[in-house]
């Protein structure tokens, strides 16, 4: 069974998403932020395994979400404070940030 989100909401520091098999996840704005699966953060490998670009560890303590959009039937796209917005959360990724604990 695929799950998908039923309903998103940003809470204060948090996302919240309510997932069609009933259960709900919340996921801390810094931690989507720190596990953004962009190119911009992540880097981007050539077929010899080379890492080009990416950011380093970087401090997200005060980062939180402004707006979020739903990608097609398996993705969300979330608007950071900061200004990122290139990360496509898939909703497996997203279920996985939400079982860590806080």
């Known amino acids: 069974m695929m799950f998908t989100?039923?309903?998103v909401q940003i809470i204060g520091t948090e996302i919240a998403i309510r997932w069609n098999n009933g259960e709900e996840s919340y996921i801390p704005c810094?931690?989507?932020r720190a596990?953004?699966?962009s190119a911009e953060v992540r880097g981007e490998y050539d077929i010899f395994s080379q890492r080009y670009g990416?950011?380093?560890m970087q401090n997200f303590s005060d980062v939180t979400v402004c707006f979020w959009e739903k990608v097609g039937n398996y993705a969300l796209r979330f608007d950071f404070s900061d200004g990122h917005r290139t990360g496509l959360y898939s909703y497996d990724m997203l279920?996985?940030?939400g079982q860590l604990s806080p």
Do not use: I, K
Request: aromatic residues 0%; without cysteine; charged residues 35%.
């Open 5 to 7: 989100p039923d309903n």
């Open 30 to 32: 810094t931690r989507l």
């Open 35 to 37: 596990a953004s699966p």
């Open 54 to 56: 990416g950011e380093t």
């Open 95 to 97: 279920r996985e940030l």
